[in-house]
């Protein structure tokens, strides 16, 4: 077997211990006592390390021992309810003599940790590249343990942005009005080029260097809690670096998705996710989907491994509980096997029962996405349950510059937007649902309206007041452009001004913000604080209007109160006739505009600015 397990040659540099030790790795490090779910799997890694004999001090029982084909690894299994101490040993024997041993630790949980809150549709999140947003520490750049050095000339290569710059501007983001916090992965990527994004991780339980540290990560979570904040983890289950330590020494060959007629097990996914719920879809197609690699750099990982799963799930409720966390974004998800992500989604959520995460859908139609939702009828037609609490709205994504570039028509324009919402039927929990008109991947909105801060004010408006979960990416609050087409990812991930002491200006401070940047940043601070407070807005219901004249009006209400918001997406002013909207404006008489303040008669018309939203609180 030996061809399997070392398919990749295992590096000094990734061994956690001394090499002069036998036990070289244990995960996870340590754990927690009074989990809902007491079983704990406990990988050891050494040399050899399967032709020991392995005991557990403290007549602390073994439940199970599982080797595989790969002699390096032993997975341990335990009941922590049966456990009366707080520490003892792995000890690792050869005959009767303890040749080296780990000292295991089961911790306390902090108070009240099963019930801990979440993201909601009482938030906004905020979406950060963290190499590119502050550099708070110069000193840890580069790390002399990983490989690619920061270079800020190169538009792909690492800029030194980490955690402590973004604990700096904790006031920026929580004056801004956003509530919750997602990075995309802070995990050690240890790839030789590209490895800011931080998608090719090589260590689950680790921060990467250049980043920080373990608790400098749980200290950002707890300087964010502290305010009421949330942190959301980018979680990545589909695939992982090619210079992953257990990539490179292999427990068995079946941990990744193999394919003999590729190079080193390649072959790149076809990317068709549909062809998870097309019961029609060939079989060759659903597997180069599915187990397909998304890079030669990425390989894809294999979650029907019960081993992979267990390895997965308790990463994910390790970090959960160690840096106190509000919230998973998972990547790629229709691209995992669905019935091992249903489980891993179902086990999370056991642990933590208002957690809450947010799988990224990329899908074209409200049909494909709420299919991934907990308990979606139209996922339950393929005789599937996902468990996912939330999912991306990825229709609404694809449809909304389409919707302000287009003349208005039977389906284009503004109609676009309304038949996005005219689906709403088809998601189980349509208040769970994230909202947003870019992020890391996608073209910069203020480079595809050339940094209108008009179209940019209505899409902020449209995502802050409709239903579900707004997401802002970091920079279009001061108009931060990026060309997708000419200058490929690194374009749309430029570096925050201000965020390096070198930067000739400061976005950060509004005093120094320019012209342009400031009105950007006041009217996105004006309206997602305003959004702070309003239940209406959170969980209310909707009434559409179908658009006319390119302009479209919804309401958002309950029992104590309701808001009209419209949207004039003409380039000249228009009259807005009220008769048409009477059954949601009746008893009321006046409203008062959020952002300007400015009062209205709802007597008889409305006034509309060329290119212009409107939000107005009704008033009797």
Not at 100 to 126: C, H, T, W
Not at 534 to 556: A, C, D, M, Q, S
Not at 605 to 619: H, R, Y
């Amino acid at each position: 077997m030996k061809k399997i397990y070392t398919i990749f040659a295992l590096s000094a540099a990734v061994v956690a211990f001394s090499q002069s030790k036998t036990l070289e790795r244990v995960e996870p490090a340590f754990w927690w006592k009074g989990m809902k779910n007491p079983q704990l799997q406990i990988l050891v890694y050494g040399k050899n390390i399967a032709d020991h004999e392995i005991e557990l001090s403290d007549g602390v029982q073994i439940k199970n021992i599982q080797k595989v084909e790969n002699p390096n690894y032993v997975f341990l299994t335990v009941n922590t309810n049966e456990i009366n101490v707080s520490k003892f040993k792995i000890n690792i024997k050869k005959g009767k003599k303890n040749i080296d041993s780990y000292p295991y630790e089961l911790k306390q949980r902090i108070q009240n940790s099963a019930d801990r809150g979440s993201f909601s549709s009482k938030d906004v999140m905020y979406l950060i590249m963290p190499d590119r947003f502050a550099d708070g520490d110069t000193s840890n750049d580069s790390s002399p343990k990983l490989i690619e050095k920061a270079d800020r000339n190169l538009p792909n290569g690492r800029h030194g942005g980490d955690l402590k710059g973004i604990i700096n501007n904790i006031d920026y983001i929580q004056k801004l009005g956003a509530t919750a916090v997602w990075l995309t992965p802070v995990n050690e990527d240890n790839e030789k080029v590209y490895s800011y994004h931080g998608y090719a991780q090589t260590d689950l339980y680790k921060i990467d260097a250049r980043y920080g540290t373990n608790e400098e990560y749980r200290d950002l979570s707890r300087e964010l809690n502290k305010r009421n904040m949330k942190l959301v983890m980018d979680y990545v289950t589909n695939h992982w670096g090619v210079s992953h330590w257990i990539i490179k020494d292999l427990p068995s060959k079946d941990w990744i998705h193999w394919f003999n007629e590729g190079e080193k097990g390649f072959y790149r996914s076809n990317y068709k996710t549909t062809t998870q719920f097309d019961t029609n879809a060939s079989e060759i197609d659903k597997k180069y989907a599915l187990d397909g690699w998304f890079d030669t750099t990425m390989p894809d990982i294999n979650q029907k491994n019960p081993l992979v799963l267990k390895y997965l799930t308790q990463n994910a409720i390790w970090w959960i509980e160690y840096a106190e966390l509000g919230g998973f974004r998972v990547d790629t998800y229709p691209y995992n096997d669905k019935e091992a992500m249903a489980k891993w989604a179902e086990a999370i959520t056991d642990e933590y029962p208002k957690f809450n995460i947010v799988g990224e859908t990329w899908l074209n139609t409200a049909g494909y996405i709420s299919a991934w939702q907990k308990n979606s009828k139209t996922g339950e037609a393929a005789n599937y349950n996902s468990n996912l609490p939330s999912v991306m709205d990825f229709m609404l994504y694809d449809d909304m510059a389409k919707a302000f570039k287009e003349k208005e028509g039977w389906d284009s324009g503004l109609n676009k937007l309304y038949n996005v919402f005219a689906s709403d039927f088809l998601y189980p929990d349509i208040n769970n649902v994230m909202v947003f008109f870019e992020n890391h991947d996608t073209e910069r909105w203020n480079e595809i309206f050339n940094a209108d801060p008009q179209v940019y004010k209505m899409a902020l408006t449209l995502i802050s007041t409709v239903r579900g979960i707004p997401q802002l990416y970091y920079g279009s609050e001061v108009g931060m452009r990026g060309d997708k087409n000419k200058g490929g990812d690194a374009d749309i991930r430029r570096d925050f001004p201000g965020g390096w002491k070198s930067d000739k200006q400061n976005a950060f401070n509004p005093s120094s913000q320019t012209a342009g940047q400031k009105e950007f940043y006041q009217f996105t601070q004006k309206l997602l604080n305003w959004r702070k407070g309003k239940e209406v807005i959170h969980i209310g219901k909707t009434k559409n209007y179908i658009p006319l004249n390119n302009i479209f009006v919804y309401f958002r209400y309950n029992e104590k109160e309701s808001v009209m918001v419209v949207m004039n997406n003409n380039t000249k002013d228009e009259v807005l006739p009220l008769s048409r909207f009477q059954e949601s404006l009746q008893g009321f008489t006046a409203g008062k505009e959020v952002v300007s303040g400015k009062e209205f008669s709802l007597q008889n018309s409305l006034t509309l600015p060329a290119k212009t939203s409107m939000i107005i609180e009704l008033q009797k």
